[in-house]
């Protein structure tokens, strides 16, 4: 087959795109219930990873070198496709039924999956341009999804406003790249660094710091988070979940691909941008998140800060570094999605629960849901045997072998004071009296389903965490 048309490539996206083009025509001619259409979704989603792992290992190229279906594309996939699959789940809960009343909804976040794709697999700026503007198209959409109520409208509005600046800041980045070495293909870029001086060339520069900037939007580093908190507590609570993990991913697999593969290894030029960018990052979002007494708005400033955990382990840059950015985007996927669906649950239909004050008492109305939080808020702050644990552990220990000692101090400190606002939901839990009576029920085996796959994917990532950190090493090399 000719490698510039080999559909093998992009196969997981095309299942992906047809499904949700599926889903679209049954709802405009036979309107099926909603539980039809999450099962068809869930078939697109496990077909997409059959593909996925179908070419596992084969590193092919298409469409003249646009995109690539390489391991590392191919283990972010599964992370979206993770992501995806546990909040198609969590939608299906009462609480949020009483407004996803739309099938759409599932076909969005689809076509949102698909955007992720093709960020993690393109080998050119234009690919990766495309596909976030795929998946921010797709996530506008999906934060105003709440049609009624006029905070979710507001969040939708902000995010695309901000998010336009963004992409308006990206795409003047890749031209000036473009301008300064007469291709947006990553290896040809990669080859002009090589040959030529950047610091000579002030036009290459700015076109990188200008793509830091869109790409750090995505990801929400600090000082471009801005958007994070409102849209986060605006947006429904399994899109909310959705936007912190499978999002958050696809931003730095662009970053990863876009770092690794065109600086070649020009270290010097950029880690010290970084370096400030994960201080600012981390500590920002751990001392917004202590004054917050809102749980989803305290986890989106939490969301802050562990962008700036990820970013200590691509300063590193080494093998263990980028392997452990991975690891991390996976155990964080599980156990980000977790707590955002416990809140979710809790909702009732004409009220959100979401003040800390509200989870007063829960160990003792509804204990397995309050042992369920407590084990995503211990490895959202890093405590063992726990999943967040290991992967913080595999970041510092990269850093420290970069030579970046101080940057780990300050990580490890961050890393404390995140303990005050997560230990703060288990005491308000298990040592405080009820304020509220929880009569609502996980009635629905699919949300059982996602939770169940949450708790299970944060202890068994922080109890058996070797042989999928070695396997992420062995992929990264493909990068460095």
């Known amino acids: 087959m000719n490698a510039s048309f080999n559909l093998a490539v992009i196969a997981p996206a095309i299942v992906l795109a047809l499904t949700g083009f599926v889903i679209v025509a049954l709802d405009l001619f036979f309107r099926p219930r909603k539980s039809v259409i999450l099962g068809i979704a869930i078939v697109g989603l496990c077909v997409s990873l059959f593909y996925t792992l179908n070419i596992w290992g084969e590193n092919q190229f298409a469409f003249d070198g646009l995109v690539a279906a390489d391991n590392f594309a191919l283990v972010f996939n599964c992370i979206f496709l993770i992501a995806a699959g546990l909040c198609m789940l969590l939608a299906m809960n009462l609480y949020e039924s009483s407004y996803l009343l739309y099938t759409e909804f599932f076909a969005i976040m689809l076509f949102a999956t698909v955007g992720m794709m093709l960020m993690a697999a393109g080998t050119n700026l234009l690919t990766i341009f495309l596909g976030l503007e795929t998946l921010s198209i797709s996530l506008y959409v999906l934060a105003g999804f709440k049609r009624t109520e006029e905070r979710s409208l507001e969040s939708a509005f902000k995010y695309f406003l901000l998010g336009a600046f963004a992409s308006g800041f990206l795409l003047y980045g890749m031209a000036f790249v473009y301008g300064a070495t007469a291709s947006l293909d990553l290896a040809e870029i990669s080859s002009f660094v090589t040959n030529n001086s950047v610091i000579d060339n002030p036009l290459l520069i700015l076109g990188g710091l200008l793509i830091v900037v869109g790409l750090g939007f995505k990801v929400a580093v600090v000082p471009f988070h801005m958007w994070a908190p409102d849209v986060y507590q605006g947006a429904p609570t399994p899109i909310t979940a959705f936007m912190a993990t499978g999002s958050k991913a696809a931003g ?143 970041l510092f220990t990269a850093a420290v072998k970069a030579g970046h000692i101080p940057l780990v101090i300050i990580a490890v400190i961050n890393s404390m004071v995140s303990l005050y606002y997560y230990l703060g939901v288990v005491v308000a839990m298990f040592m405080k009296e009820k304020e509220t009576d929880w009569g609502v029920k996980v009635s629905l085996p699919t949300v059982s389903v996602s939770l169940v796959l949450a708790v299970v994917g944060t202890l068994g990532l922080g109890l058996f965490p070797s042989n999928l950190m070695q396997q992420f090493q062995l992929l990264v090399n493909q990068i460095l």
Do not use: C
């Open 252 to 394: 730095f697999a662009a970053l990863l691909r876009v770092l690794f593969s065109a600086t070649n290894g020009t270290v010097a030029d950029w880690v010290i941008i970084l370096w400030i960018l994960s201080v600012l990052t981390m500590s920002v979002g751990n001392i917004a998140a202590i004054v917050q007494s809102n749980i989803k708005r305290m986890l989106a400033y939490s969301s802050i800060a562990h962008a700036g955990y990820i970013l200590v382990g691509v300063v590193a840059w080494n093998e263990v570094g980028a392997a452990s950015v991975i690891f991390y985007l996976l155990a964080y996927t599980f156990m980000n999605v977790g707590a955002f669906g416990i809140i979710s649950i809790l909702g009732a239909k004409d009220k959100e629960y979401v003040e800390l004050d509200d989870f007063k008492g829960l160990g003792f109305q509804r204990p397995m849901i309050a042992v369920s939080m407590a084990v995503f808020m211990f490895s959202l702050a890093g405590l063992p045997p726990t999943a967040g644990f290991v992967g913080k552990f595999y």
